[in-house]
């Protein structure tokens, strides 16, 4: 049982790690580029190469990966000399620092010719002065300096030279200047260390944002995991016992025809029907800052999308199993001492007749995902599946790698977690 | 569960023909009682309810895709300013969308691409529909792979049906936004987008037959005469496994005329002039509140049936099928 566990657990790791690769090269291969997706399509080609060295995208493919996974401080340091650390402020921003002598936090920037350094001292006063002391020469002659800029990137500056740079700032537009850094490297910590980056589309941290999705889409999936399980489950057995009876075939059917049917498709007919014909609940989910359980009845349309179409998935497999089950010759045997049938298919069926859906509808998680992301978008909910969907369209590569990350995560832990369920529901399975 | 009982004994063994592995290597087979399977196969489908409806459903569109410039009286892109996002009228029978177009030349030109045609580029359309396509091209890499795997075993299996494995375990609809996200919309990348999502179920389908059928006499005979091992998986192995290779086949269509329409939904589908229906219920769906559900309504039931359609009939064959095993 552990040998097969540690087993598992190592085909999760590889699995994600195959994915995270895969997502880095499609992102990499496609057409279409992030700057153009973020900025606009009129930029210039300065302005694109500005924005993209900043993001440390004109970096190879693989030093990328490796800074996405592992961080890039590390490097940073080891270029800089420097010792680097990450601080969160007060208004909840991340920044980093370089460490200075007894414990103050210095920052450069350049002006000219001329080094600034801005000095954090212990009590969080930040002072600043020249610095021009820390030019060191290069071999080809000219006078270099590694340093961290006030944007969290580890700088390349190069004295004398005129590279301009472009930054979009929100409201004001392009703001361009000259004597910019070389070489850019964004300082992460890395996926490994529990950084995942921040987001290009956003400028923020794709950790915080993806949060709060995330805590979306699981109040959405757990409210309709809570509706559906006893309805299909308590369906499921209905039909099973009556095999082959007119409820049976009603159920199942009409059980399958939900469950086929797109989720967009699902979504559509119900906000027709109940929000545009009858006028009974709203047919989006627009939450703006507040959380989902602050308007019960935007939620009433995803939530009752979601039921349907997994309401005949779980019934089926429980119909099934409950089916199957009757036919055994146990239930025959509980009938022929005269036990009465609702206490034979409840104390005798119904504990075997269980196992087998409990632990499918842990293998559906996947489909379940599916699921809601297109009722995310359907109702313009705003949980994972939307914030995956706007990413990959714009080639967000920070934010599809954390947002397929967890997917995964999600979606190969629950089978490993079903698998692990079912040897203690069904004590006849081992694992060797 | 009665009707069974009342069924000739051939029909039985048709069946077991058309769904189980064969049992006996291929026998003489006459053009006559081809044509006897033919009928009894009918049969077996008229006589469940479930699948006779399915089978409807899915000739109705059948015939819509092929009869589609004779049935409608605009063409598809056709832009009537004057009447957008109308309901049903005489003119147009289901209505218009909000660039005036006929709906219901949208809808059948729309079957046709999921059914009958597929546009590789502008001017190359070729015969085979995006979702057919996508189903054959699952279909021919699951198959190889399954084939390969099953027969070979060993580190070869191992290493396949690991990897297999990876792939089943990512969420479908993430592969789908990845692949199609990153590739742009286009026909030829939804039918990519079909094949890798649909590869590892039909290998694994494959390679359980496989497993079973490589103990047989005749590709032991097979591999005594010395065959290649092209011939042993393509001309031996797999059309001795194509009974459950057919029925699932069947539900991939399904499945990838629902992907195409989610996709569409999305925004992923085929680029806008074309007549999409998943691309159709996401334009649709901006107008609904403006008063004008029929742009959204139609296609969403376009799809809602023919996916229903497909799977009531896979569903009535499988069952069909079970019964005589």
């Keep these: 049982m552990a040998k097969f566990i540690i087993r598992r657990f190592f085909l999760l790791v590889l699995t994600m790690f195959l994915v995270s690769i895969a997502v880095f090269m499609i992102v990499e291969s496609s057409p279409g580029n992030v700057a153009k997706n973020v900025l606009g399509a009129f930029i210039t080609p300065e302005q694109e190469a500005s924005f993209l060295a900043q993001q440390g995208l004109d970096k190879p493919l693989l030093q990328r990966y490796w800074f996405w996974l592992m961080g890039s401080d590390r490097t940073a340091a080891r270029k800089s000399g420097l010792e680097l650390e990450l601080i969160e402020t007060e208004a909840g921003f991340q920044e980093w620092w370089a460490k200075g002598k007894d414990n103050t936090l210095m920052r450069w920037d350049i002006e000219g010719d001329d080094l600034t350094v801005y000095v954090k001292d212990s009590d969080g006063k930040i002072t600043s002065r020249k610095d021009n002391q820390r030019w060191s020469d290069a071999k080809d002659g000219s006078q270099i300096f590694w340093g961290i800029d006030r944007s969290n ?32 490297i964004p300082l992460k910590k890395g996926f490994l260390r529990g950084d995942f980056g921040v987001s290009l589309r956003t400028g923020r941290p794709v950790g915080k944002s993806l949060f709060i999705r995330l805590r979306n889409s699981v109040v959405l999936a757990g409210i309709a995991f809570v509706v559906v399980m006893p309805l299909a489950l308590m369906l499921g057995m209905v039909a099973g016992i009556n095999e082959g009876s007119f409820k049976d075939r009603f159920l199942s059917i009409s059980g399958m025809i939900f469950s086929v049917i797109p989720e967009f498709a699902t979504g559509i007919f119900l906000i027709l029907i109940m929000s545009h014909w009858l006028e009974l609940v709203p047919g989006a989910s627009v939450f703006g800052e507040k959380a989902p359980w602050q308007r019960p009845d935007m939620l009433i349309l995803p939530v009752l999308t979601l039921t349907l179409i997994e309401l005949g998935y779980v019934l089926r497999i429980t119909r099934a199993s409950m089916a199957e089950v009757m036919r055994s010759a146990y239930i025959r045997t509980a009938f022929l001492k005269g036990l009465p049938f609702w206490q034979v298919v409840l104390r005798h069926a119904a504990k075997n007749a269980l196992i087998a859906p409990i632990t499918v509808i842990m293998l559906h998680v996947n489909w379940l995902m599916g699921g809601i992301v297109i009722v995310e978008v359907v109702f313009g909910y705003p949980g994972l599946g939307q914030y995956l969907l706007d990413s990959a369209l714009y080639k967000d590569v920070n934010a599809i790698e954390a947002g397929t990350m967890i997917m995964v995560l999600l979606a190969v832990g629950t089978q490993l977690f079903a698998d692990i369920l079912y040897t203690f529901l069904n004590p006849r399975i081992r694992y060797s | 569960m009665e009707k069974t009982q009342n069924r000739s004994e051939d029909k039985i063994k048709s069946q077991s023909d058309i769904n189980g592995i064969n049992q006996k290597a291929s026998t003489s087979k006459t053009e006559n009682s081809k044509k006897s399977r033919f009928r009894d196969t009918l049969a077996v489908l008229f006589s469940s309810k479930a699948a006779t409806t399915g089978l409807i459903l899915v000739m109705f569109w059948v015939f ?62 070729i015969p085979g529909g995006t979702a ?54 286009s026909a030829v990348n939804v039918v990519i987008a079909i094949a890798i999502v649909g590869t590892p179920g039909v290998a694994r389908l494959v390679r359980s037959l496989t497993l079973d ?16 091992l092209l011939y042993i998986l393509f001309m031996e192995i797999l059309p001795n496994a194509k009974g459950p290779i057919i029925i699932d086949a069947m539900l991939r269509v399904g499945y990838a005329i629902f992907a195409m329409g989610t996709l569409g939904f999305l925004g992923l589908g085929m680029p806008p002039p074309s007549p999409d229906w998943g691309s159709m219920v996401a334009k649709g769906r901006e107008f609904i509140l403006m008063g004008n559900p029929w742009a959204s309504l139609w296609p969403s039931l376009a799809i809602a049936s023919l996916v229903v359609g497909l799977n009531l009939l896979a569903d009535g064959l499988r069952e069909e099928s079970m019964r005589y095993q």
């Design chain 1, 153 to 184: 990137h580890a700088v390349l500056w190069v004295k004398g030279s005129a590279n301009e740079v472009w930054t979009f700032v929100v409201g004001t537009g392009w703001i361009k200047s000259t004597g910019g850094p070389q070489s850019y």
């Design chain 2, 64 to 125: 819509v895709a092929l009869l589609a410039p004779y049935i409608t009286s605009y063409s598809p892109t056709e832009q009537d300013w004057k009447a957008p996002n109308q309901g049903p009228s005489l003119s147009h029978p289901l209505g218009t969308d909000e660039l005036g177009r006929d709906l219901w030349s949208r809808l059948a030109y729309g079957a046709r691409i999921v059914l009958i045609i597929m546009p590789v580029n502008e001017k190359l359309w």
């Design chain 2, 132 to 185: 057919i396509w996508g189903v054959l091209a699952a279909l021919f890499f699951g198959a190889s792979l399954g084939l390969v795997s099953g027969y070979k075993g060993g580190w070869p299996d191992e290493i396949i049906m690991r990897l297999l494995d990876a792939m089943m375990s990512i969420p479908v609809i993430l592969l789908y936004l990845i692949i199609v996200a990153a590739l742009g919309a």
């Design chain 2, 213 to 228: 059928i490589r103990t047989r006499d005749y590709v032991r005979a097979a591999e005594t005469r010395g065959e290649t």
